[in-house]
């Protein structure tokens, strides 16, 4: 393990998500140095210390692991690439101990995994997936990369989720169902059979009720 292996940052610090990343961080014994605040037009949040902004990070090494604790996926990726032109070398990934997580699964930097998850065996992650707490996520699951998965969503097995995704707190997947990039699944639905890219469906059982998104929060991947 190197010297900053157990030290992280947390970069862009608006949303009030930023505390159940401090909690998964507290959990795993891992040090939060700073919290970078890279949106002068909204307050931080309350209880945040030390906070810097963009003009004060000449004195960090740029080798301390990055987490940025946002849900939007189109604001995640947009937080990554300044990461990188701010000459940061890495996104750390962050999964609370609490979380059960298969062996045999595996998944790519900037890995946010919250408290009670259970992901299966044989599943596949790309780069800047967040799973909120008490997700179950079944065997042989695969996904792009900047998905997020809402609070306690069940994801059952073979499935696959496209870049961009967002799939809503208590949303079920059911086994085999293909979901495309930068779809809105709406809370407590049922997904039956395969979306299309750029689709919201919602209800029991899903239904599309438009195509041609952007994305959540209207920003894509």
Not at 172 to 196: F, H, M, Q, R, Y
């Amino acid at each position: 393990m190197n010297s900053s292996a157990n030290k992280y940052l947390l970069f862009g610090v608006a949303s009030p998500y930023v505390f159940e990343v401090i909690e998964s961080a507290k959990r795993a014994h891992i040090e939060i140095v700073g919290f970078i605040h890279n949106r002068p037009d909204i307050e931080v949040p309350e209880g945040l210390s030390p906070v810097f902004n963009l003009e004060q990070l000449d004195s960090f090494n740029r080798g301390i692991p990055v987490i940025i604790p946002l849900i939007t996926p189109g604001y995640r990726k947009k937080v990554e690439t300044q990461v990188y032109e701010l000459g940061f070398k890495t996104c750390g990934n962050l999964i609370d101990p609490t979380a059960i997580m298969a062996t045999s699964s595996h998944w790519q930097e900037g890995f946010q995994v919250n408290a009670g998850v259970v992901i299966g065996a044989n599943c596949t992650f790309g780069r800047q997936v967040q799973v909120n707490r008490s997700t179950s996520i079944g065997h042989d699951v695969t996904t792009g990369d900047f998905v997020s998965f809402g609070p306690a969503s069940v994801i059952c097995g073979t499935c696959e989720i496209g870049t961009g995704t967002f799939i809503g707190a208590g949303a079920v997947v059911l086994p085999e169902v293909t979901i495309g990039k930068n779809c809105v699944i709406g809370a407590g639905s049922v997904v039956t059979a395969d979306v299309s890219d750029y689709t919201l469906v919602v209800g029991n059982p899903a239904k599309v009720v438009k195509t041609k998104i952007k994305g959540y929060n209207d920003i894509s991947v």
